[in-house]
Nanobody
Framework: QVQLVESGGGLVQAGGSLRLSCAAS????????MGWFRQAPGKEREFVGS????????NYADAVKGRFTISRNNAKNTVYLQMNSLTPEDTAVYYC????????????WGQGTQVTVSS
């Protein structure tokens, strides 16, 4: 059974930083594309970014380019989302995703972690 467990969400002031983690189990992590999506209240879930199994970074959403960075540690079966220069528009539930499609993995999903950015 595949499990993706996100952590690291919380409340941060505008301009601050957060790092989300996603611990994966039940899948061949080292050959899976890992990604992050987010869903703000009243909006559809949107792609944030992804990282290929070899460590090449996929597409980032225009709204986060230059501020967010995705990385992975295959030895720990963990993917990270470093978020800098956060704005209130980044407030959303952030979901970890895994799969075999690139750049948008959609086969497996985590439960989500809330990120709230105050102004």
């Amino acid at each position: 059974q595949v499990q993706l467990v996100e952590s690291g969400g919380g409340l941060v002031q505008a301009g601050g930083s957060l790092r989300l983690s996603c611990a994966a189990s039940g899948l061949t992590f080292s050959t899976s594309t890992m990604g992050w999506f987010r869903q703000a209240p009243g909006k559809e879930r949107e792609f944030v970014g992804s990282i290929f199994w070899r460590g090449e970074v996929g597409n980032y959403a225009d709204a986060v380019k230059g501020r967010f960075t995705i990385s992975r540690n295959n030895a720990k079966n963990t993917v990270y989302l470093q978020m800098n220069s956060l704005t209130p528009e980044d407030t959303a539930v952030y979901y970890c995703a895994a799969g075999n499609t690139y750049p948008k993995p959609v086969d497996y999903w985590g439960q989500g972690t809330q990120v709230t950015v105050s102004s």
